[in-house]
């Protein structure tokens, strides 16, 4: 149906006995549909459609290719349907044995995570791309964590800025999938921990919110509210990319983007800069994770597409944005383009600042970014020989200069 190289494993063969329904997990009600319908139209929505290999229980092979066979065709994705088996170790390597020969990247998502959006399978697939290796979206550990004996005592505190906690879809390349499997001596909680095991390198990137596992009652249910709020949300989303079709669209068209943000006063706010966190540099202020190169590309594709700036688009007081980092916005930005007729050319970022260095970084950021948006991200930086705020180190600027044309 398509040839793309990227493919997705859902793993869909558990009982799910802590949730309290009869069925399995991934066949109880979300919404109009399944936990594994809402799952597979995140799947589905991806910007490269992906080959789909949904592992399912024996007794529920046919039903589901039966139930979701014409809504992959719509999309232009083809899906195969296999059964699990008695682990999700050994689903996972079913799912596996029945890719095609030419998929190149794959990723095993659990379809116990339905509301993982569509960005955060484009994401990892565009970092594994890039990178070469194994990529697991995490988030975060916020609470405080305690080590503790069997009988409850408190041993000590866990350095919680060491913890992250892992979500799926994780992805890795084929090859080094494979491989790994097919040496696997011993059952995992995760695929990153068996490919890590097999001595493949694997780096997380930021998660989503929204990508937390039903478990429990309680999980089903805030599912539930939440997807009931998107379905919603929706239709207020529509108009913006139908008004910025015009005559005009026939041809290429340029913007540009510029951003700046101060350096945080808290001397523990991380850095995110062109996609990338540096370790040891002081952080960026902002709602969000003050991304001033991410921020400045989607205000010039914005506004070469004519769909106005991030501001509008996002908002800076909307609490769904607090944090989020530059890969949510860019690869918002990049579906709103596409659903409004436009694909990117090319997008060009001068970074004005007295640190962090970029060069030793420039080619890592520039294949993160390529990878986001689909089309080639060019970085360059320059200093102002100590005149103004930047040059008395007080924040970051970039200016971006953006090409879209029409799809």
């Known amino acids: 149906m398509n040839d793309s190289t990227v493919a997705v494993i859902v793993v869909a063969a558990g009982s799910g006995t802590r949730l309290g329904h009869a069925e399995p997990k991934a066949f109880v009600p979300l919404g109009d549909d399944t936990i594994l319908g809402v799952a597979l139209e995140a799947v589905f929505g991806m910007r490269e459609r992906p080959h789909v290999v949904?592992?399912?229980p024996a007794d529920r092979v046919d039903?589901?290719?039966?139930?979701?066979?014409?809504?992959?065709s719509a999309a232009s994705v083809a899906l195969d349907v296999v059964a699990g088996g008695l682990t999700r170790q050994e689903s996972v390597a079913r799912g596996i044995a029945g890719l095609p020969r030419e998929i190149e990247v794959v990723l095993v998502h659990d379809a116990a995570r339905p509301l993982a959006p569509p960005q955060v399978f484009d994401e990892v697939a565009a970092a594994v791309e890039g990178r070469g290796?194994?990529?697991?979206?995490?988030?975060?550990?916020?609470?405080?964590v305690k080590?503790?004996?069997?009988?409850?005592?408190?041993?000590?505190?866990v350095d919680r800025s060491e913890l992250a906690a892992m979500q799926t879809p994780q992805g890795f390349p084929r090859e080094a999938l494979e491989s790994a499997y097919a040496s696997a001596g011993s059952d995992f909680t995760d695929d990153a921990a068996l490919v890590a095991a097999a001595g493949v390198p694997?780096?997380?990137?930021?998660?989503?919110?929204?990508?937390?596992?039903?478990?429990?009652?309680?999980?089903?249910?805030?599912?539930?509210?939440?997807?009931?709020e998107r379905i919603a949300a929706a239709p207020a989303a529509e108009p913006a990319p139908r008004r910025a079709l015009?005559?005009?669209?026939?041809?290429?068209?340029?913007?540009?983007?510029?951003?700046?943000?101060?350096?945080?006063?808290?001397?523990?706010?991380?850095?995110?800069?062109?996609?990338?966190?540096w370790p040891g540099e002081r952080g960026l202020s902002g709602h969000s994770d003050g991304d001033a190169v991410?921020?400045?590309?989607?205000?010039?594709?914005?506004?070469?597409?004519?769909?106005?700036?991030?501001?509008?688009?996002?908002?800076?007081?909307?609490?769904?944005?607090?944090?989020?980092?530059g890969e949510v916005f860019l690869a918002e930005t990049v579906r709103r383009l596409a659903e409004a007729g436009w694909r990117v050319g090319n997008v060009s970022v001068q970074v004005v600042g007295n640190r962090?260095?970029?060069?030793?970084?420039?080619?890592?950021a520039e294949a993160v970014l390529t990878g986001i948006v689909g089309a080639p991200v060019s970085l360059a930086a320059t200093t102002t020989d100590g005149l103004g705020f930047t040059g008395r180190g007080e924040g970051v600027a970039a200016i971006a200069t953006a090409l879209v044309v029409p799809a």
């Open 202 to 228: 694997v780096d997380v990137v930021p998660g989503d919110a929204r990508a937390f596992k039903i478990t429990v009652p309680s999980d089903l249910h805030r599912a539930e509210q939440l997807l009931a």
């Open 356 to 364: 962090p260095k970029l060069a030793p970084r420039r080619a890592e």
């Open 147 to 157: 080590r503790v004996d069997g009988s409850g005592h408190v041993l000590e505190t």
């Open 133 to 144: 290796h194994g990529i697991v979206p995490g988030l975060p550990v916020v609470d405080t």
């Open 54 to 56: 949904v592992v399912a």
């Open 63 to 72: 039903e589901v290719r039966a139930r979701y066979a014409g809504r992959a």
């Open 294 to 325: 991410a921020h400045a590309i989607c205000d010039a594709l914005l506004a070469a597409a004519g769909l106005g700036d991030i501001g509008g688009m996002f908002g800076t007081d909307d609490p769904r944005f607090s944090g989020a980092h």
């Open 246 to 277: 015009t005559a005009h669209a026939a041809v290429p068209r340029v913007g540009t983007g510029i951003d700046v943000h101060g350096f945080a006063d808290d001397p523990d706010t991380a850095l995110w800069l062109a996609g990338l966190h």
